[in-house]
């Protein structure tokens, strides 16, 4: 039986974020990860696989300037926050990610599923703009 792979994304702008994105990308995986301990006591593993077609998706939307989910689940994706100015560390920026997604609805019920692999894949572009992509499954 096939599982089912969902896809959520989203972007917000930071400023003075870590120019290590492999770093934000670990902690985005840690806080899902402590989510998913704290309310389903299951946890997440960070599959690189997944990550990988993040990071593929999440560049095609920077590319297209455009949250496109179409490929997956034949719908557009949202914008979960835009802001400027945020001046924090990658682990607080994971927290927010985290945070928005929570305060989704449509993503929130992707997040509280029997999930047991998440892949994460951001990109930063030039101006600030951090694009976060996460897939489950």
């Known amino acids: 039986m096939k599982q089912?792979?969902?896809?959520?994304?989203?972007?917000?702008?930071?400023?003075?974020?870590?120019?290590?994105?492999s770093s934000l990308e670990k902690e985005?995986?840690?806080?899902?990860?402590?989510?998913?301990?704290?309310?389903?006591?299951?946890?997440?593993?960070?599959?690189?696989?997944?990550?990988?077609?993040?990071e593929e998706h999440t560049e095609f939307m920077v590319e297209t300037q455009s949250l496109e989910h179409a490929e997956y689940?034949?719908?557009?994706?949202?914008?979960?926050?835009?802001?400027?100015?945020i001046n924090c560390t990658d682990t607080q920026v994971a927290e927010k990610?985290?945070?928005n997604f929570l305060n989704s609805p449509s993503h929130k019920e992707i997040l509280d599923m029997n999930i047991r692999k998440i892949g994460v894949g951001i990109v930063t572009e030039d101006s600030g703009y951090v694009w976060v992509t996460i897939r489950v499954r």
């Open 4 to 21: 089912t792979l969902f896809f959520i994304a989203l972007f917000i702008c930071g400023q003075c974020l870590s120019q290590n994105i």
């Open 28 to 54: 985005v995986y840690n806080v899902v990860n402590k989510y998913k301990l704290k309310t389903t006591k299951s946890s997440v593993i960070l599959d690189s696989a997944l990550s990988s077609g993040s």
């Open 73 to 85: 689940i034949n719908s557009k994706g949202e914008i979960i926050q835009k802001t400027s100015n």
């Open 97 to 99: 990610i985290l945070t």
